[in-house]
């Protein structure tokens, strides 16, 4: 089993940064692959970055590429901050190869979500 627990996150006006942690335990074999994703009142849950922590590989969405950056401890620092980056941001783990994935049914555990604010 794994065992996700998100932190950071919080309120800022556009142009502003924010960071958001993920705190990973349990089986590492299930957890080759981390990923951020945010979910928006109305819509999907998306996938914003991910990352295999033991080879450093990453995959952005199009949306927040240049803007934001996953790191190997599962973190995501989000600079230039516009309006539509809020949500509700999850973290989450899968298993199922050694490569970065956005696919949500993809990945197996998921943390309970860190709110991101970000007013015009």
């Known amino acids: 089993q794994v065992q996700l627990m998100e932190s950071g996150g919080g309120s800022v006006q556009a142009g502003g940064s924010l960071r958001v942690s993920c705190l990973a335990s349990g089986n590492p074999d299930l957890r080759k692959y981390m990923g951020w994703f945010r979910q928006i009142p109305g819509k999907e849950r998306e996938g914003v970055a991910s990352?295999?922590?033991v080879s450093g590989a990453t995959r952005y969405a199009d949306s927040v590429k240049g803007r934001f950056t996953i790191s190997r401890d599962s973190s995501l620092q989000m600079n230039n901050l516009k309006p539509e980056d809020t949500g509700l941001y999850y973290c989450?783990?899968?298993?199922?190869?050694?490569?970065?994935?956005?696919?949500?049914?993809?990945?197996?555990?998921w943390g309970h979500g860190a709110q991101v604010t970000v007013s015009s």
């Open positions: 990352i295999v922590p």
């Open positions: 989450a783990a899968g298993g199922d190869m050694w490569f970065p994935l956005l696919e949500r049914d993809r990945y197996q555990y």
